[in-house]
């Protein structure tokens, strides 16, 4: 909060990007190997 007094920035940027993954979770339910779910999760948002 104070970032955003000092130099006029927020944390939007993150914020959207954690609402993608949490989607992206959402939708990819029943996933059980987390190597291939990191692998989809970099080739969609990378």
Do not use: P, Q, W
């Amino acid at each position: 909060m104070l970032n955003f007094f000092t130099n006029r920035s927020t944390n939007a940027s993150a914020e959207s990007f954690n609402a993608k993954v949490k989607a992206f979770r959402a939708t990819s339910r029943g996933v059980r190997d987390v190597k291939f779910f990191l692998f989809r999760l970099s080739k969609i948002y990378a």
